[in-house]
């Protein structure tokens, strides 16, 4: 019945009221992110994604048919009224006394994890990028050693997501000229891929 | 990655667009610290036509109130819980799953003669759950867990009602006021549960309410290792009995329920027909 000790940070954020971050940003998710998310919330991947193409080719860019179209899938958002405000990510929770709330918790994507951290010539820096209104951020405000495993996760999760996708690639390569497919065919690609490292398959290395 | 069993509530959500959902100074402390939510952000409290073990008033003369979740907008039965998370497809999760109240945890299961069944009134889509999931052991541990909270927060009302009755003529509260006082009983309560530890606390939780056949727990032959919630239940007492010492201990009403309830069957309306019947108790 504790509560237990919270990071400084995991107390800022949960101490913002506004959570400007999750109406400003474009939440991109790893696959890992997306496969713990779905199977822990029993919610197919399609419920809470939506994906849009990618103007420049990236490592986590998926393809859908033969063309060199690739897409890249990002957390969905609500549906809002609002014209001057961006919609607020879906998982954001609001009472009705104005506090936001990220519903997922611990379940949320790699990149919430270790917002706004980045590590830069081997040094944990704290951004404040566009997004954050309720706080100037700076290395007192974090666990520097937690951060950079935060920020490393995500890098680790990005370079075996790129692995994923890259497969999936060449699948939709391989495939005829005329094959399309869809996001639910992609999403149930991935959480395959990710059942089968959960059950100890090795990350099989990209045939594109 | 959780190894829950799977659900049928991952695309339904009913129940939180069905009812208003009780919770106790448990349930508050708990969404509150884990969530640093201030429990008036996600919190009302509604008038009670009758007083009973949960109710608590503000003033001498105050309405009998309880506490519920509070739902999207303005509070009505038929809206959304203020934690329901609605995604695509109709697909609906609860925002705060881990922490969610006891109600929510034993929906739709109930205990009838010490046995998990599922209620009679539950909404969940016919044959929603299947023989072996209502045979799951989290049933049962987290109904327990919720007959004992609520349990202990029935003391911790009566002191709250206690206190004023005793203020002076006129006296109104808050409702911060008493939401202030269970986060503070709470947060000793909940040194006392890390104290004692999960293994001692499921003793405890397993056992809640248990008494000799006799009922008679002053009876020198009664073994009372084989009753440690009432260890427990003095622990929690002698906690909430901290606060406010102008106001009298009060009589415990978890005590008087559990000998009241020797013998006596739980709500009939809860209980299915054949569940009833096979049960061999009389319509």
């Known amino acids: ?33 997306v496969w713990r998310i779905s199977r822990t919330l029993q919610a197919p991947p399609w419920t809470f994604l939506r994906y849009f193409e990618s103007p420049e080719p990236r490592r986590d860019a998926f393809a859908l048919d033969g063309s060199d179209r690739r897409f890249r899938l990002a957390l969905a958002k609500q549906p809002s009224r609002r014209k001057k405000t961006p919609p ?37 820096l704290c951004l404040n990028p566009i997004g954050c209104t309720c706080h100037e951020w700076n290395l007192s405000d974090v666990d520097v050693a937690q951060e950079r495993a935060l920020v490393e996760t995500r890098q680790q999760d990005g370079a075996e997501y790129a692995a994923i996708v890259a497969r999936w690639n060449a699948r939709v390569a391989a495939a005829s000229d005329d094959a399309r497919f869809d996001l639910p065919a992609y999403c149930a690609f991935l959480l395959g891929a990710y059942d089968a490292l959960a059950a100890g398959a090795p990350l099989e290395p990209s045939r594109e | 990655m959780s190894d829950a069993p799977t659900t049928p509530c991952g695309t339904c959500g ?14 508050i402390w708990l969404i509150s610290t884990r969530e ?13 036509p009758k007083k009973n073990a949960e109710s608590f008033h503000l003033s001498k003369d105050g309405f009998n109130c309880a506490l519920a979740l509070a739902k999207k907008g303005e509070f009505a039965i038929e809206r959304d819980c203020t934690f329901l998370v609605q995604l695509g497809g109709g697909h609906a999760r609860c925002g705060i799953y881990e922490h969610r109240p006891g109600a929510c945890r034993t929906y739709p299961m109930t205990l009838f003669r010490n046995a998990v ?11 929603a759950w299947s023989e ?7 049933w049962r541990v987290s109904l327990k867990r919720m007959d004992m909270t609520f349990d202990v927060y029935h003391e911790v009302v009566a002191r709250w009602n206690a206190r004023v009755d005793q203020s002076p003529e006129g006296t109104t509260y808050p409702l911060t006021t008493y939401l202030n006082y269970l986060m503070n009983v709470y947060d000793r309560l909940g040194q006392l549960d890390a104290q004692l530890g999960e293994e001692a606390l499921a003793r405890v939780r397993e056992n809640w309410a248990a008494l000799p056949e006799h009922g008679d727990l002053s009876d020198e032959s ?3 290792d084989q009753y440690p919630w009432v260890t427990y239940l003095s622990a929690a007492r002698e906690i909430i009995d901290e606060f406010y010492p102008d106001v009298a201990s009060q009589v415990s009403i978890a005590l008087l329920r559990a000998t009241a309830n020797q013998g006596t069957d739980p709500p009939r309306h809860l209980i299915p027909d054949d569940v009833w019947e096979a049960a061999g108790a009389k319509g």
Request: net charge positive.
């Open chain 2, 132 to 138: 072996e999931a209502k045979r799951w052991p989290s």
């Open chain 2, 117 to 127: 069944i599922q209620r009679k009134d539950s909404r969940c889509p016919p044959n």
């Open chain 2, 14 to 27: 009913i129940c939180c667009r069905s009812y208003v959902v009780p919770v106790n100074g448990y349930d």
């Open chain 1, 88 to 124: 607020p990510c879906i998982f954001l929770m609001r009472t009705n006394g104005g506090h936001h709330r990220c519903s997922l918790g611990d379940l949320r994507p790699a990149s919430c994890r270790s917002f706004p951290s980045e590590v830069t010539q081997g040094g944990v």
């Open chain 2, 36 to 48: 640093r939510l201030n429990p008036e952000e996600f919190i009302v409290a509604y008038p009670l």
């Open chain 2, 222 to 224: 009664v073994n009372h």
């Open chain 1, 1 to 33: 019945m504790s509560v237990g000790t919270m990071s400084r940070k995991e107390d800022l954020w949960l101490a913002c009221k506004p959570k400007t971050c999750c109406y400003v940003a474009t939440v991109i998710p790893t696959g890992r992110d």
